[in-house]
């Protein structure tokens, strides 16, 4: 599991790639693009690249985690 440096939501950058978010979730890299491949999952694709940005990610974490 990969461990993360981040300890509140202040500390997220405005937009989190899949690296990021891999380590922000503990999940792989792999994980992470399948993640924001998701239809439900709000990313957004710039050219290549898929962000997914910080206040739609936080959002989208207590709507899948049961907290308002």
């Known amino acids: 599991m990969k461990s993360s440096n981040i300890q509140s939501y202040d500390e997220l950058p405005l937009f989190l790639n899949a690296e990021q978010l891999s380590s922000v979730l503990g999940i792989s890299r792999l994980a992470a693009y399948e993640l924001m491949a998701d239809k439900s999952f709000p990313s957004l694709r710039i050219g290549k690249r ?9 959002s989208w974490v207590h709507a ?3 907290k308002e």
């Open 50 to 58: 898929l962000l997914v940005q910080k206040e739609q990610f936080i």
């Open 64 to 66: 899948h985690s049961g």
